[in-house]
């Protein structure tokens, strides 16, 4: 099972999760939202399984920082998706791809369970 763990290198919230993995010896690609780009197809996949309501991260400063005609335009999956390929920081971090399940978030409950399966 290929596990890839998408974010930003200096997100303190990826930060944990890249330790966490680490520190339980689960092998896992990072796929880094500001060299690599935002994946089209899994941003579409993300998507279809978790929403965009989920996926848009609206306690964040990236978020906060938009203005209100910004925010007020998300109100939809195309929107959200739109905004999320030209903003990569606004996506909610880490995304992690567990060979066949996304979860958004860092939850090491959750994620013992999907690490050794």
């Avoid at 330790?19 to 197809?41: I, M, S, T």
């Amino acid at each position: 099972m290929g596990i890839t763990l998408y974010g930003i290198p200096n997100c303190d919230t990826v930060k944990k999760a890249r330790a966490y993995l680490a520190e339980q010896g689960v092998a896992h690609e990072f796929h880094d939202f500001k060299k690599q780009g935002v994946p089209v197809p899994h941003l579409d996949q993300w998507l279809g399984e978790v929403g965009w309501e989920k996926l848009v991260n609206r306690k964040g400063t990236t978020w906060r920082k938009f203005d209100a005609a910004t925010q007020e335009a998300v109100k939809d999956a195309a929107s959200a998706k739109a905004l999320m390929l030209a903003q990569p920081s606004v996506i909610k971090r880490p995304v992690v791809e567990w060979g066949g399940q996304t979860t958004v978030g860092f939850d090491p409950e959750a994620w013992a369970l999907l690490a050794h399966r």
